[in-house]
Every structure is written in structure tokens, then in C-alpha cells.
């Protein structure tokens, strides 16, 4: 009987360390390969010039800023690359979800501060920032993408796409944790 415990041990053994080592192997090939990844992620990423959402009835544009967004946190502070890659492999569900989605889940707004011009002159000025979260699960994989607009007169741009992140819900998988509740970080 305890041969056969010690049999069936090995076993599941063998099979989670063959996974782990093909996760661990695929992260070092992606690693590799960041540069090939984030230029064919910026070519696609152009490529989409916009999208017209049906829960937002207006079109989602993709400016630089976006593609930006993915690759920083903020103006000083550069995303880890594993965080950074799986972005990049899910830009194309991002645009699928805007395309089909008909309600947002999350809807939050904030006020912050500009440097804009005015009168050649730059100024402080406050603006409101608005931003919709659309959840769903797309291809086995749930993702969140962030759409913002900022002031009265801004137009819906694409900010963010977040990989399935921990939540507080026992039924949600976690696979990735990089949700801080913070929309203008994530």
C-alpha cells in the first residue's frame, strides 16, 4: 500500500514538474523574445485605428498613450516585462471585446490635474477622467479592458488591458496578480 502511495506520488510528481518547467521555459522564451513581441504588438496596435462599442455607442480610439499605458505604469515607472508581454498577447481580445461587449462593469470617475496650454502659457488645470471597465471571459481567458475619456469634450480611448487579476470572489481563478483596484495605474 505504501508503494503504491509512493508510486502514485512520483507520478503526479513527474507530470506537475514537466509542467512547471514547460511554464517556466515558455516565460524564458518570451523573455527572449520581448523585442520581436512588442514590435508586432505595436504594429497591431497601430493598425487599429478604432472600434465602435455598443455599450458606450461612440468609437474607442487606440492613441500612442494606450499602447504607452501598457508598457508603463506611469511616466517613471516601467512595467515588469512578464506583465508587459501578456498585454501584448492579449491586445487582439481587447479589440474583440470592445467590438462585442453591450455593458460595462465598472464605471468610475475621478478629478486630476493638467499641465495644459493656454494663451501660450502652460497651466494647471483640473479635468474629470472617466473610465468604464468591460469584463469578460474571451477565449478561455478573462480579461478587463479600461476605456477613458477625460474632461467634458475628450473623446473614449482605448487606456488598458488587464490579464485575469485576483479578486476577493472564491469563483474567480487567479492566474495573474496585477490589479490594484487602481484604474489609472492598471
Known amino acids: 500500500m505504501v508503494i503504491l502511495l509512493l508510486i502514485l506520488i512520483m507520478g503526479y510528481f513527474s507530470i506537475f514538474s514537466k509542467f512547471f518547467s ?6 524564458m522564451e518570451n523573455l527572449a523574445n520581448y523585442q520581436n513581441l512588442k514590435e508586432s504588438a505595436q504594429e497591431l496596435y497601430n493598425n487599429i485605428n478604432s472600434v465602435f462599442s455598443p455599450v458606450l455607442q461612440a468609437k474607442i ?3 500612442a498613450e494606450g499602447f504607452n499605458h501598457i508598457i ?4 517613471r515607472s516601467e512595467r515588469e516585462r512578464p506583465s508587459q508581454i501578456l498585454r501584448f498577447k492579449l491586445l487582439p ?3 474583440r471585446l470592445i467590438e ?3 455593458t460595462h462593469q465598472e464605471y468610475e470617475e475621478i478629478s486630476r490635474e493638467f499641465i495644459v496650454k493656454k494663451y501660450k502659457k ?3 488645470e483640473n479635468k474629470s477622467v472617466k473610465y468604464w471597465g468591460i469584463i469578460a471571459i474571451i477565449d478561455k481567458r478573462k480579461i478587463k479592458v479600461i476605456v477613458r475619456k477625460i474632461g467634458d469634450n475628450g473623446s473614449l480611448h482605448f487606456w488598458s488591458v488587464i490579464p485575469a487579476w485576483s479578486t476577493n470572489k472564491y469563483r474567480d481563478a487567479r492566474f495573474f496578480t496585477t ?3 487602481c484604474p489609472e495605474e492598471d
Open 72 to 75: 508603463f505604469k506611469n511616466a
Open 100 to 102: 462585442i461587449s453591450t
Open 61 to 63: 480610439t487606440f492613441p
Open 122 to 124: 502652460k497651466i494647471r
Open 93 to 95: 481580445l481587447a479589440k
Open 22 to 27: 514547460d511554464v517556466i521555459l515558455s516565460n
Open 179 to 181: 490589479m490594484k483596484g
